[in-house]
């Protein structure tokens, strides 16, 4: 594999976890805000918390690889 391929592959990856990270906790933490709301709405009490923080982590996914995609086509272009 040359070796901007696995740079590449390895600014993807890095990305993508770091956006999971981010993603699942951020859903997480808005999850647990929203129980301890003062006024709880019936839309948090019907969502599945473990469900959301899932959401937020594959939002996180898509994110991340797209943001590192986008790096990867800017180097690209000035090189």
Do not use: Y
């Amino acid at each position: 594999m040359e070796k901007k391929t696995k740079r590449l592959l390895l600014l993807v990856v890095f990305c993508s976890l770091t956006g999971v990270i981010l993603g699942g906790t951020a859903s997480w933490a808005e999850s647990n805000m929203c129980l301890e709301a003062k006024t709880v709405t019936s839309d948090c009490l019907t969502q599945d918390p473990i469900q959301k923080t899932i959401q937020g982590m594959s939002t996180g996914l898509v994110a991340g690889a797209g943001a590192a995609c986008g790096v990867a086509w800017q180097l690209r272009q000035h090189d």
